[in-house]
C-alpha cells in the first residue's frame, strides 16, 4: 500500500513515519501543512517551515500546502491536500495522533471522504512509555515551545536524552500536565530519527513570551 505521512516535523509524525516504514508500507509523500497564523486547532505551528530539512535527509518526497488556520476552514485545506496526494495514487494517510479526538476524528472523516485509508498508530499509546521508547529507538529531538505550570522551561532547545524524559515524566505527575505535550503543553522538532542519513544541527534563541510560556525559536539548520 502507498502511504502519504502527516508530517510536522515534531516527535509523534516522525514516529508514526518510522512506523509506517517498518510495517512494509511505500512512503509516497510527506504532507506539511503550513498555518497562517500563530495557533491552529488542528496542526502544529512553531517551526514548521523547517520540515523540509528533515524531508531531505530522509530522502522523501514533501508537499506543502497553507492553511488559515482557522477552525473549520482548515479542514478544506487539509481536504485539498488529501485530494492532491489522492490523484498521485496515494492509498491512505499515515497520522500522529495520540489523543485529541478533534484532529483524528476530522482527519478520519475527511480521508474517508476523498477515498483515503487512516493509520494512527500512537493512538492511545501510554505516553510516558512512549517518551522512553522515543530515546530507546534513537530519536532525537528538541523542544520548541512551552506552556504549562511547572513545565521543565530549562530544557528547551536541548536534545532530550533518557534523564529529560524522566524528569518532564516526572514534572507531569506532579503537576498534571500531559507528559506527551498532546494537550499542547509543547511542540518538538526532531534532528534525528533511524530513518536521518545524518543529524541536523539547529541554531536558535530561546524567547520567553510570559511566565509559563517560552520558545525556542529555530533560525538555521545545517
Same mark, same amino acid.
Given at each position: 500500500? $502507498?502511504?502519504? @505521512?502527516?508530517f510536522?516535523g #515534531? ?9 509506517? @516504514?517498518?510495517?512494509g508500507?511505500?512512503i509516497?509523500?510527506?504532507?506539511t501543512?503550513?498555518? $497562517? ?8 505551528v ?9 524531508a531531505s535527509?530522509?530522502?522523501f518526497?514533501?508537499?506543502?500546502f ?6 473549520g ?8 491536500a488529501?485530494?492532491?496526494?489522492k $490523484?498521485m ?6 497520522t ?17 471522504e @476523498? ?5 494512527s498508530?500512537l493512538w492511545?499509546?501510554? $505516553?510516558?512509555s512512549?517518551l522512553? +521508547? ?11 515551545s512551552?506552556?504549562?505550570? #511547572?513545565?521543565?522551561?530549562h530544557l528547551? #532547545?536541548?536534545?532530550?536524552d533518557?534523564?529529560?524524559?524522566? +524528569?518532564?515524566?516526572?514534572r507531569?505527575k ?10 499542547g ?6 534532528v534525528?530519527?533511524?530513518l536521518?542519513?545524518?543529524?541536523l544541527? @539547529?541554531?536558535? +534563541? ?8 517560552w520558545?525556542y525559536?529555530i533560525?538555521?539548520?545545517?
Open positions: 500500500m $502507498q502511504v502519504s @505521512v502527516m510536522s #515534531g516527535k509523534d509524525s516522525t514516529f508514526s513515519l518510522h512506523w509506517a @516504514v517498518f510495517k508500507f511505500k509516497h509523500s510527506l504532507i501543512l503550513l498555518p $497562517q497564523r500563530e495557533d491552529s486547532w488542528m496542526f502544529q512553531p517551526n514548521v517551515e523547517f520540515t523540509k530539512y528533515q535527509v530522509m530522502g518526497n514533501h508537499f506543502t497553507y492553511t488559515s488556520g482557522e477552525k476552514k482548515e479542514l478544506e485545506d487539509l481536504k485539498r488529501f485530494e492532491h496526494v $490523484q495514487g496515494v492509498d491512505g494517510i499515515v500522529g495522533a495520540l489523543l485529541s479526538d478533534y484532529q483524528r476524528l476530522n482527519i478520519n472523516l475527511i480521508a474517508e @476523498v477515498g483515503l485509508k487512516t493509520y498508530p492511545r499509546k501510554d $505516553q510516558a512512549y522512553r +521508547e522515543l530515546i530507546e529507538l534513537g530519536f532525537k529531538f528538541i523542544i520548541t512551552a506552556s504549562a505550570y #511547572g513545565f521543565p522551561f528547551l #532547545g536541548k536534545v532530550i533518557k534523564d529529560d524524559v524522566e +524528569e518532564i515524566i516526572e507531569a506532579k503537576y498534571g500536565f500531559n507528559p506527551a505535550f498532546e494537550g503543553e509543547a511542540e518538538t522538532f526532531v534525528y530519527a533511524p536521518f542519513k545524518r543529524e544541527k @539547529v541554531e536558535g +534563541e530561546l524567547v520567553k513570551k510570559s511566565e509559563f510560556e520558545q525559536r533560525k538555521r539548520i545545517l
